[in-house]
């Protein structure tokens, strides 16, 4: 085994050092050999590795096989595009196994080997579904009742090739099949607006299963399903039964198959899992485990039939998105006593996930565990900011040697633990926290010769690992972790520089339509369970519902991924709409709105005394997200080649800019509101006319001078705070909010309080070190971690050119220096392979590296005006900017 991967090594190595062009990572609809594709043409992408510089692709073909038979043979197709090239075969057939290659020629007349991948269908069309939907039928299953179980046992008699399985629930699904956990992934199908849009997903089971008795075991949850959801206290919003769909398909080596069902066959009864909400945890007693349940033996005698339910196939479809998988596992620090004598574990992080516990006791002996985000001044948890969440893990014990627990269906946000009901003492090393979260896989890295501002880095991704979780939640602690779209919208660029999130917000999107309503308004929280209450209103918010428009454009601009905004563009479009009418001559001034959410206000801290709340006018914010979103418009339509519509966008683009300027701003160009978000956004969005912009961008900076260099931008202001200020040649201000560490700023929660993650607001926790309002204070979301695309794009200086080549098709490597940083080195797996800029100074001189992968250009723009010493290796460039092909590039310059 390992003399073929070192052979497979050295072949590799010799290849790519003699200038072959190889492929790697080959994907489908955006997935490593997916088994569980449900769209009928799926898009291929692969990635180009040489040694050599200024590689492109020339030419391509792709074959696909099922089986002996190719399926799809492109033959040589020449085209540079090496992502999402659509299948355009004979129709694919369900529940089969795919062989595909791909080839390319690159612009210098070598060719690659063919390099091969797989993809598996799932059920392509909705009639296939023989199974029938169950529901366990017990008294006990209710929200607040029992977890029931279910299983089934059959017979499989001849000698097994494959099987797969095909399960979804409306609560949340485990499955195990002859003693073993299916799969490794938690919390599924995950959540979606399970009323109109209900995913599946697909398993490999071939090697779970045996030739002679088997056996199935399931538990089903409540989950988001019935759990409460919000702070109203509402339960069952999409129904109060639960229900299983399950469908596997044996291939046996003779060639036939036999599938195993979900139906009236299948038994039932309660599990040890007594207690399962999203919010409030869960409780098992291990003195009523079923052991083995799911093994062939098992006696189920005393188990009940199920019942069949109605509930319907048809709005099922094949999963696009990456499960819920277990990530880090953390230690505690330290063990804690609180003044009240409570045991606390500290794990120094704030995270979201559970707790896996291993101990040993007496039957009956109860173990709980509340996770809490923070500990006050005096060493106490603080359990009021999870409002009415009780956020507890009970154990009872069955006193069979030493056990081990972790929940099911539920998770946590939490740093601290408090642990009740050990007896002696405790030994830290039985927990252990586990970082649940999307399996989105990482793609940038990002690191400065500032120890804060690379903490602020790893808050950032921490409160994106903290709230991906299946939906972009705003938090993951309190009786919330709603899909609030504003959070999501401002926070969609930097979560496309850390993770690869395509697929997920692809699923999330499809839900954004799903609940749009039918005037176009888009709800504040997708899935919609604030349905029914205050916050469900048929109107749009800005910088909320817009996420309808920003958010597949973004994924487009972060990853080429075209087919986002083709299938969104509907929804966009009607949301566009809905706002056109809410706005009366050009002017969105009607409506709800929560505008410049959070903002700095006096009477929140007593940080700053003497200053001035910044509270933008809510319509004037309103009009500058309405022009964006025009102009999102304009570009979407422009994509897709709707040449009327992108002329009808942009008339209306003027208009709405010109009542900008009639309502909100003098004739000399002062705005209504002299706050920093007026004019960042004013100015971000060209609201101004051009000979006003540099008289708004010197308000700016002394409003920000008058704040002593402090921020006080809320959610809406934020993420373009410092892209304003660099784009308009103001760098060095921008650098010092970020570097700012006094409330309020980026930097405060870490220098004064050792935040772990990004809080909801400034000032969660008081620089006195009480906590602002337990109403609405989180200590874990990413909202104004927004400004991680800036450090990105203008730190390291890594970015896309969006029009002639989206998805780092086409890079740009500028690099801004400031902050008396000396090295900066960002890098992004894209969808072509890796970009990475590093640079450093040293006695003045400026050392920068660059790589660009292949089948990609970059403009490099160097951070000195004394062109005459910009050299590559020996070589003098005399110019400011640099175009590259792909290869590794090594410049030296002075400052
Ligand atoms: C809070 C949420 C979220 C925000 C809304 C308006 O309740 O936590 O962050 O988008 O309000």
Redesign the pocket.
């Known amino acids: 085994m390992k003399k073929h991967i070192l052979l497979l090594l050295f072949t590799c190595f010799t290849m790519i050092a003699f200038g072959q062009t190889e492929l790697r990572n080959l994907t489908v609809e955006n997935l490593s050999n997916p088994i569980g594709i449900g769209v009928k043409t799926p898009r291929f992408s692969w990635k180009l590795v040489s040694s050599k510089r200024n590689v492109k692709q020339a030419a391509y073909e792709i074959q696909v096989k099922e089986g002996k038979n190719t399926v799809w043979a492109s033959g040589k197709v020449a085209s540079e595009a090496s992502i999402f090239t659509k299948y355009a075969g004979s129709p694919l057939v369900s529940n089969a196994k795919y062989i595909w290659q791909v080839r390319v020629w690159d612009n210098q007349g070598k060719t690659s080997k063919w390099a091969t991948a797989s993809f598996g269908t799932a059920l392509l069309h909705s009639n296939e579904w023989k199974a029938t939907w169950i529901g366990s039928g017990l008294k006990s299953d209710t929200v607040n009742g029992v977890v029931p179980m279910f299983r089934k046992s059959f017979l499989a008699n001849k000698k097994i090739a494959s099987a797969k399985v095909y399960v979804t629930s409306r609560g949340l699904y485990e499955v195990q099949i002859n003693g073993k956990r299916m799969g490794d992934s938690y919390l599924s199908p995950g959540w979606t607006s399970y009323d109109k849009h209900l995913q599946y997903q697909t398993y490999d089971v071939s090697n779970l299963l045996s030739e002679g008795k088997n056996a199935i075991g399931v538990l089903l949850g409540s989950g988001w399903y019935r759990s409460r959801l919000g702070?109203e206290n509402k339960q069952n919003i999409y129904g109060k039964e639960t229900g299983l769909l399950f469908q596997m398909v044996i291939k046996y080596a003779d060639g036939t198959t036999e599938t195993v069902v979900s139906d009236t066959s299948w038994k039932a009864s309660n599990s040890h899992i007594t207690y399962s909400e999203i919010y409030n945890g869960e409780v098992q007693d291990a003195r009523l485990e079923q052991k083995n349940y799911s093994v062939a033996s098992f006696d189920d005698s005393k188990w009940s039939t199920v019942v069949s339910k109605d509930f319907p196939t048809n709005y099922i479809t094949a999963a696009i998105n990456e499960p819920i998988r277990k990530h880090e596992n953390l230690k505690p620090i330290a063990v804690l006593t609180s003044p009240k004598g409570e045991t606390i574990l500290d794990f120094g992080q704030n995270l979201a996930g559970w707790v896996k516990v291993s101990v040993q006791g007496k039957a009956g002996d109860i173990i709980k565990l509340s996770h809490v985000e923070m500990l006050d001044k005096k060493g106490t948890p603080y359990f009021e900011n999870l409002r009415s969440a009780k956020a507890q893990a009970i154990y009872t014990l069955s006193g069979n040697g030493i056990e081990t627990f972790e929940p099911h269906f539920t998770t946590f946000g939490f740093r601290y633990v408090k642990v009740e009901g050990i007896t002696g003492k405790i030994n830290p090393d039985d927990f252990t926290a586990i970082a649940l979260y999307s399996d989105i896989k990482k793609t940038g890295a990002f690191e400065t010769s500032n120890a804060y501002i690379n903490k602020l880095q790893s808050n950032i991704r921490w409160s994106q690992r903290g709230n991906f979780l299946d939906v972009p939640t705003?938090?993951p602690q309190?009786d919330?972790r709603?899909g609030?779209?504003?959070?999501a919208e401002v926070f969609s660029r930097t979560a496309a520089y850390n993770f690869n999130v395509d697929q997920f917000f692809a699923k999330w999107l499809i839900d954004v339509a799903a609940d749009q309503k039918e005037n176009g308004a888009v709800p504040?929280?997708i899935p919609n369970a604030l349905k029914g209450s205050f916050?469900d209103m048929p109107v749009g918010?800005a910088g909320?519902s817009d996420a309808s428009i920003i958010i597949p454009y973004n994924m487009y601009v972060s990853f080429g991924d075209k087919e986002v905004v083709e299938r969104q563009y509907p929804s966009m479009k009607a949301y566009l709409n809905y706002v056109r009418g809410a706005a009366k001559n050009d002017l969105w001034n009607t409506g709800f709105q929560?505008a410049d959410?959070?903002s700095y206000r006096v009477d929140d801290s007593k940080g700053m005394i003497g200053m001035k709340s910044a509270i933008t006018d809510n319509y004037l914010v309103a009009q500058c997200f309405y022009a964006y979103n025009t102009e999102i418009m304009i570009k979407a339509a422009t994509l897709l080649g709707k040449t009327d519509e992108v002329q009808e966008y942009q008339s209306l683009l003027e208009r709405v800019k010109k009542a900008f300027q009639t309502e909100y701003m003098t004739a000399s160009g002062k705005l209504i509101s002299e706050t920093q978000t007026a004019y960042i956004l004013a100015l971000q969005f060209d609201m101004l006319p051009e000979n006003l912009r540099a008289q708004a961008v010197e308000r700016l900076v002394k409003n920000i001078e008058g704040y002593e260099y402090h921020l006080t931008t809320g959610?809406l202001g934020t993420p373009f705070l410092n892209p304003v200020l660099t784009r308009f040649g103001r760098n060095d201000v921008a650098y010092k909010l970020l570097l700012q560490d006094t409330y309020p700023s980026w930097l405060y929660p870490i220098k004064a309080h050792g935040a772990t993650t990004i809080w909801?607001r400034w000032d969660s926790m008081k620089p006195d070190g009480t906590f602002q309002d337990p109403s609405?204070t989180?200590f874990n979301?990413y909202?104004y971690g927004a400004v991680g695309d800036w450090m990105y794009r203008t730190i390291a200086g890594i970015d896309t050119k969006e029009a002639e080549g989206a998805g780092y098709k086409s890079i740009i490597i500028k690099p801004e220096i400031g902050g008396n940083l000396t090295y900066a080195k960002g890098s992004l797996e894209t969808n072509y392979g890796l970009v990475s800029s590093s640079w450093r100074i040293e006695n003045n001189k400026f050392i920068l590296d660059v790589e660009v992968p292949a089948n990609t250009n970059a403009t490099i723009e160097f951070p000195t005006n004394k062109i005459e010493t910009i050299k590559e290796n020996k070589a003098v460039l005399n110019a400011k900017t640099k175009t590259v092909g792909s290869g590794k590039y090594h410049f030296e310059m002075e400052l």
């Open positions: 702070w705003d938090c309190r919330e709603l609030w779209t504003g959070d504040f929280v916050f918010a909320w929560f959410w959070l959610f909801e609405m989180s979301h909202a």
